[in-house]
């Protein structure tokens, strides 16, 4: 397997907004981020992922890009993000930018000048006379009129994200550019968002009758993207030492192989979302209890189904994802479960990512009134399920209080001042209660801590290539309570036991007397019992003993 410097090291993601105000307007900037390369520098990530900076009305935060080649003014400037680059480079810190491709604002020179049927933006975008029924991401109809114009206009997310026609090679071009634009400034990969979708059935027929996502059939992972991507990485990526990361929603195994196969140059790694559906019916607001057999076995799969052909990615959590130990661990065993989650994803093969607050162990705010919620999408969804009888207020907050992305946004806790360190000002989204308890300041100097614990796994990956390269191989894959591993390399063989309920479990016979335990959760480790949310991670020498 070819070693490269993306596989090697943890991918730190930041939500901008609510990373480090440093003006106190209540909003992160990317002073604040700059402010912070230190505390980066000690967790020990090599490379930093940017959740949009560029201009924006703000309508999706920063995810409805007005300018590509420009900075958000809350965010700050080119001259802030430049100083950026370079103060990260030169703590050997590498950058990666959201690239938001599939779609802008509404406010983008581009769609203006399109719904003016302008020169060659006329078809920059999907314009049908006709309203087509394709829903949307958010919830509601894909299709909306513009008067303007006189015609229906795409948008696969909200209304102020047209989706832009990527059969159109000017597009194509236009795109080219800016990718070149930021690459020359230094900028070290990027993570395309929802890059499967790109490609469209340019002739938009309705979809066929579905509950979610209707019409998806005419662009989900729709032939042509292959073909994009492709092309994109011919004519910019590879002339590049630089990586990107798919953000493909709802994508099959088998096509994920595809865009990451190295032979066919077209992504480095791509996000999937099986995993994601362990606590629901695919659509995160239907929720379900989670049980830690549907969060094994897509894991295994995706395993299994990449090995050896392309790269896996491995995550827990991001800006759209209610926290994990909330979902897939337990409250009242904190550092245990967050702990076990992170051994237990940390030492499969792929490249892993760190979403700000996880390695604090960040739990969800769960807010109970709407007014409260600032995401899009959770006022999106409460629209449309306020619309369908019999379902009251009281039920659709429970859900969107367990699911909303906003459990995700709250603002990073650095220590136990007002507003948690974040800012002065009152933070553009309410800081979690829990911050007295859980911040960088009380867990950075402690050895026992969520954060210490994340900079010991980092350390190991550092140290040992078997946990980066070593090929997967599960073990008692039905055992419903605990999940176990094995990675194989040269002569090394690495050993993951992780107990996912909070009792005690009987290990039947030890199978692990010979080898080195590496790390654990717990202090002391009973030879025949894993206690609640243990892990363990062993390592052999094959042929010592
Ligand atoms: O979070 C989701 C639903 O609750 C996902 O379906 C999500 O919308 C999808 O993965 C696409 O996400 C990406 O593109 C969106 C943006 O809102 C998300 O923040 C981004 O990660 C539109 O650009
Ligand atoms: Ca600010």
Redesign the pocket.
């Known amino acids: 397997m070819k070693k490269e410097w993306y596989k090697e090291n943890f991918i730190y993601q930041i939500y901008p907004r609510s990373f480090k105000d440093s003006n106190n307007d209540g909003i992160g900037d990317i002073v604040g981020i700059i402010q912070k390369i230190p505390y980066l520098k000690d967790l020990g990530v090599g490379i930093v992922w940017l959740s949009p900076v560029y201009k924006s009305p703000m309508e ?1 935060n920063g ?1 409805d890009i007005s300018d590509y080649q420009d900075i958000a003014e809350e965010f700050g400037s080119m001259q802030d993000f430049k100083t950026l680059v370079k103060e990260l480079h030169k703590a050997k810190i590498k950058l990666v930018m959201d690239l ?1 491709i ?2 802008t604002s509404i406010e983008h020179e581009w769609f203006k000048k399109s719904v003016k049927r302008e020169g060659k933006y006329k078809d920059f975008y999907h314009w049908e006379d006709n309203k087509v029924n394709w829903t949307s ?1 958010f919830g509601g109809e894909a299709w909306t009129y513009n008067e303007e114009r006189g015609q229906y206009y795409l948008h696969l ?1 909200s209304k102020g ?1 047209p989706d832009l026609n990527w059969d159109n090679p000017e597009v194509r071009n236009e795109i080219k550019k800016m990718i070149t634009f930021w690459l020359d400034l230094g900028v070290d990969g990027f993570r395309c ?2 890059i499967n979708l790109i490609a469209k059935n340019n002739k938009h027929p309705n979809g066929k009758f579905s509950l979610i996502l209707k019409g998806r059939e005419h662009y989900l992972s729709y032939p042509n993207h292959h073909k994009y991507i492709h092309e994109l990485n011919k004519d910019v990526f590879s002339k590049y030492d630089c990586f990107t990361v798919g ?1 493909t ?1 709802l994508v099959k195994p088998e096509t994920a192989a595809l865009l990451t196969n190295p032979t066919r140059n077209e992504l480095t790694m791509v996000f999937q ?1 099986d995993h994601m559906a362990a606590d629901n019916y695919v659509v ?1 607001y239907f929720t379900k209890k989670f049980k830690m057999i549907n969060l094994k076995k897509p894991l295994s799969n995706w395993q299994h189904v990449i090995n050896g052909k392309g790269w896996n990615t491995l995550y827990l959590e ?3 994802q209610p926290r994990s130990i909330n979902r897939f661990g337990s409250l009242d065993y904190h550092y245990e479960s967050a702990t076990m989650l992170a051994t237990m994803l940390y030492f499969q093969q792929g490249t892993p990512f760190i979403y700000q607050g996880q390695e604090l162990g960040m739990t969800n705010i769960g807010m109970d009134k709407l007014e409260d919620y600032q995401d899009i ?1 959770a006022h999106t969804v409460y629209k449309t399920l306020k619309k369908i009888p019999f379902i009251s207020h009281n039920l659709i907050m429970k859900r969107i209080k367990l699911m909303s ?1 906003d459990n995700a946004r709250t603002p990073m806790q650095w220590d136990d001042s007002k507003n948690a360190g974040f800012s002065n000002k009152k933070p553009w989204l309410k800081v979690n209660p829990n911050y007295k308890d859980i911040n960088v300041a009380k867990q950075i100097n402690d050895e026992d801590s969520i954060y210490s614990y994340y900079k010991k796994i980092i350390e190991l990956r550092k140290k040992y290539p078997i946990i980066v390269y070593g090929n997967y191989n599960d073990i008692d894959f039905k055992n419903k309570k605990i999940y176990s591993y094995r990675r194989l390399y040269n002569n090394q063989e690495l050993v993951v036991i992780c107990n996912f309920t909070d009792k005690g479990y009987i290990l039947i016979k030890n199978d692990y007397v010979n080898y080195n335990l590496i790390l654990s959760n717990y202090k002391e480790n009973d030879e025949l019992t894993l206690k609640p949310y243990e892990a363990r991670v062993y390592l052999k020498n094959k042929g010592k003993s």
């Open positions: 999706d995810y938001v599939n779609h991401f997310f994200q968002d929802v953000e929603t979302f995160k991001n800006h759209d999408e992305r």
